[in-house]
């Protein structure tokens, strides 16, 4: 009896919907795709959570094991006391074969793990990791993910071989700094800083995008760590490059490398029409101490934009010539922005050497505000 | 007659079904655009490295922001979960708005404080600061602390803290909320990454603290909540949060930033008359006319979030404290839409005026009224005997079903990107709740709305209040 009635449930639903009015219809679809769907929904949460617990407990025994061995094998080496080079230490990869590559999970933790040690580590250590990379033939897999159709295992291939300071083809890199995929493009930029032979800052010359800010920490980055690359004059941007993202991080960088070098092509481009690049040009003036463009920079004062006298402001304060002191007393008691009064006062106290008399002078007789904003950049305790 | 009452109940009946079943494609659409974006999400931030912003000079600066009125109870523990923050330039700024409790003593012994002549200069109206205070230590050297008088909002104490704020970009959050120690790093990260378009707000996941343990301040355990109100707030922020406004963020038409965690661009908060401290849905205010600015100076703007949870809030757990909150919201939006009612389809505005506020306006506004009109036609149905039960129970099973659906693919989203909790059954915990969100917390927000709305046409007084903390301590041993 309760057979004969399961079997026809189908049917007397069948009738109800094909009875029904069309939003009777419309919701009773709607209640058979709610349920699927959360019922699909519940599997995948048990199923991810169940994927994640077996690749946890894989891994949580792997990992130490790698870890050991790779303490034992590589980081206590030791040879690697005794100052061999890297390429004359024979390294012992019986215990690594015990472990369980034959799975790419796990070649692809031990790959992970090694790129995190030799982040950790500098010039020999790091090159008998690189060593054992490459003898276990991880370096294979790798290659198999450069040549991948997919962007992403093209950019995980390309930050390993970056952080494994592998050799690499200009060729290779080189087509895919203009890839139309921005992850893909920054990946191949750096890797090509990295671990181009020739000539590592070619794609200034050829890059037309912006380099947008992430960018250039990444670079930054990279051209600031890594070891034995050939640093160029970067006047060579900041003069023809067409492109100003290239030309203001060829600028940070000019302060960081301290490149006095630069500094004629940097006043030059004081002339620029672009008052954001300009800005940057007089930020790396005062950064570099540049003396000599001092009184140019005093001279077009009155004729730039808001951002760019503070900059030279900040700039007279960095320089601390003490030649312009007057100029910064009566911008601090004239001018009518807050912003500018205050940089100026920073650069008086910067200046203090020769600027105490002006100072206590100042704080004498400077009226309410000028003493708070005076007072303000004379405490140690306010940074900005 | 009755013919005319028969006609007008089905026209009636119609548009509520369409107007529901929009409502629910809308839902699936954004399950689809959400699961996209937080997949790419979760792509790009596998290759980009935290740790290379952490330690560059290239970071631009934040300040942070956090007014806190009468928080004596938390505030050491929080500001010292603000100090650990990983980023190489910012500055914290706590707003003291005239605590009538012991907050702003606490906070000058603890963190050895000594008041300082600070000079700023008012761009966006506040009550006066009194004093500011800076730290002698060290240790505690991006720390400065305001003492200004009471201005009866949150809006006035955040708008004190702009005028002070340092740096180009401003985290608004309460002082009362746990912020995960990369939240600089993660917010800024949009930023620096978009190619074209100036990015004005960046928000990302709120969590509920109640259930998690935290250690000084810092997050050592996350927990669904134990109590049931509390666990269905946990819910409705994975699902507002994860599923809504990562579908949104990926059409650029986030409408609110939430005012427990947001960055902002304080040139454009600047420009655009700041936090409105009459308005009772700030946030969601600040958003609409910083969005408002961008369009009628042709600014290519863009809002981001992040589907990872950065910040951990207590929510209440009384029903009292809830209803205060919920109606505080509802009244926000019944004033925001009233003031900014000119955006309404209007083509100048771009994807604000055509797709954020109408959506607002019919599926966030007016939901609460057309639900509550619902009911009542229902019953007055069911009195003159015109009800179709079959029919009417299969609707109210279709509503059942799709609501549990939509919320359980937003856990699922959640789940599959991040696997928060530890345990299965904490999962299992959360997983059960949506089943009975429908029928027991979804009224109340109704009815909580439907006050809101009430006090806003009333005008009745309200400020912003203690929201009587418990306070995340160590978890006892």
Not at chain 1, 118 to 130: F, I, S, Y
Not at chain 1, 216 to 221: A, G, I, K, S, Y
Not at chain 2, 72 to 97: A, H, K
Request: proline share 4%; glycine share 4%; charged share 20%.
């Amino acid at each position: 009896m309760a057979l004969l009635q399961l079997s026809a449930f189908p049917s007397t639903i069948e009738s109800i919907f094909r009875n029904a009015p069309l939003a009777i219809q419309i919701a009773m679809v709607f209640i058979v795709v709610a349920i699927t769907g959360t019922a699909l929904a519940y599997y995948s949460i048990l199923r991810s959570r169940y994927r994640g617990y077996r690749r946890d407990k894989k891994l949580s025994v792997l990992l130490p094991e790698i870890d050991n061995l790779i303490i034992d094998e590589v980081l206590t080496n030791p040879d690697m006391q005794q100052d061999i080079p890297a390429d004359q230490v024979p390294l012992n990869l019986e215990p690594f074969q015990r472990l369980p590559l034959d799975r790419p999970w796990a070649r692809q933790a031990l790959t992970d793990r090694i790129i995190h040690f030799r982040r950790n580590v500098r010039g020999n250590m790091g090159n008998l990791l690189r060593n054992l990379y490459i003898q276990l033939e991880l370096d294979k897999d790798t290659m198999k993910k450069m040549k991948s159709r997919r962007w992403e295992k093209k950019v995980q291939a390309l930050v390993e071989l970056t952080s494994l300071n592998m050799s690499i083809a200009d060729v290779t890199i080189l087509p895919l700094t203009n890839s139309r995929n921005r992850e893909l493009r920054a990946a191949a930029r750096h890797a090509y800083i990295k671990l181009s032979k020739n000539e590592p800052f070619k794609f200034f010359d050829v890059v037309t995008d912006p380099l947008l800010m992430w960018d250039q920490v990444e670079l930054f980055r990279i051209i600031t760590t890594t070891e034995g690359i050939a640093i160029p004059n970067f006047a060579r941007w900041i003069t023809y490059s067409g492109n100003k993202s290239v030309v203001s991080f060829c600028l940070k960088l000019v302060v960081h490398y301290n490149q006095l070098a630069a500094v004629p092509a940097i006043i030059k481009l004081l002339d620029t029409r672009d008052h954001y690049l300009r800005a940057d040009a007089i930020n790396c003036l005062g950064k570099l101490k540049v003396a000599e463009a001092e009184d140019q920079l005093v001279r077009i004062y009155t004729s730039q934009p808001l951002h760019c006298q503070i900059e030279i402001l900040k700039a007279i304060g960095r320089i601390s010539s003490g030649r312009n002191i007057d100029f910064l007393k009566t911008e601090f008691l004239h001018s009518t922005d807050f912003d500018l009064r205050k940089s100026a006062a920073k650069s008086l106290v910067k200046n203090e050497w020769f600027a105490k008399q002006v100072i206590d002078e100042l704080l004498a007789t400077s009226s309410p505000e000028n003493l708070r904003i005076l007072k303000h950049c004379m405490n140690p305790l306010i940074k900005y | 007659m009755t013919g005319i009452a028969e006609t007008l109940a089905r026209i009636y009946e119609g548009a509520i079904f369409v107007y529901g079943l929009v409502l629910l494609l809308t839902y699936a659409m954004l399950a689809i655009l959400s699961i996209i974006a937080v997949r790419q999400y979760v792509k790009r931030s596998s290759y980009h490295q935290l740790n290379l912003l952490a330690g560059s000079p290239l970071a631009p600066g934040i300040t942070v922001l956090a007014p806190a009125f009468n928080e004596g109870l938390t505030i050491i523990s929080n500001v010292r979960s603000l100090l650990t923050l990983n980023y190489p330039r910012y500055e914290i700024i706590i707003i003291n708005d005239g605590s009538t409790d012991n907050t702003m003593e606490q906070l000058v012994d603890e963190f050895k404080l000594v008041e300082v002549d600070f000079a700023f200069t008012v761009k966006i109206r506040s009550q006066p600061i009194r004093r500011v205070f800076k730290s002698t230590d060290p240790a505690y050297s991006s720390l400065l602390v305001i003492d200004k008088v009471n201005g009866k909002s949150k809006a006035d104490a955040v708008n004190a803290g702009i005028n002070i704020a340092t740096f180009d970009y401003f985290l608004c959050t309460d002082v009362d909320c746990i912020l995960h120690k990369d939240t600089l790093l993660e917010l800024i990260k949009p930023v620096m990454q978009e190619p074209k378009k100036r990015v004005i707000a960046i928000g990302a996941t709120l969590r509920i603290a109640n259930s998690c343990e935290f250690d000084e301040g810092v997050m050592t355990r996350m927990r669904p909540p134990r109590q049931l109100l509390p666990r269905f707030q946990e819910v409705e922020y994975i699902r507002a949060f994860v599923l809504g406004k990562m579908g949104w963020s990926y059409l650029n038409c986030v409408p609110n930033v939430s005012g427990g965690l947001g960055l902002f661009d304080k040139e454009i908060a600047i420009r655009c008359g700041g936090y409105d401290h009459s308005s009772f849905g700030e946030d969601m205010e600040l958003m609409t006319r910083m969005c408002r600015y961008a369009y009628d100076n042709r600014i290519d703007y863009a809002i981001r979030y992040i589907p990872k949870t950065l910040c951990w809030t207590e929510a209440p757990t009384s029903l009292k404290i809830f209803r205060r909150q919920r109606t505080r919201w509802a009244r926000g939006l019944a004033q925001l839409t009233f003031a900014h009612f000119g955006m309404f389809f209007n083509p100048r505005y771009g994807k604000m005026g055509l797709v954020i506020f109408p959506y607002n306006f019919f599926f966030e506004l007016l939901a609460p009224i057309i639900e509550f009109t619902g009911i009542i036609v229902y019953i007055v149905l069911s009195i003159m005997g015109y009800i179709n039960w079959p029919y009417a129970l299969l609707l109210l099973l279709f509503v059942y079903t799709y609501s549990v659906m939509i919320t359980t693919i937003a856990i699922l989203w959640d789940q599959i990107t991040f696997r928060y909790y530890k345990s299965w059954r904490e999962v299992l915990y959360l997983c059960m709740t949506p089943f009975m969100e429908f029928l027991l917390y979804h009224p109340l927000i109704v009815f909580f709305s439907l006050q809101g709305y009430y006090y806003f046409l009333t005008g009745k007084k309200s400020t912003w209040g203690n929201m009587q903390r418990q306070g995340f301590g160590k978890k006892k041993s």
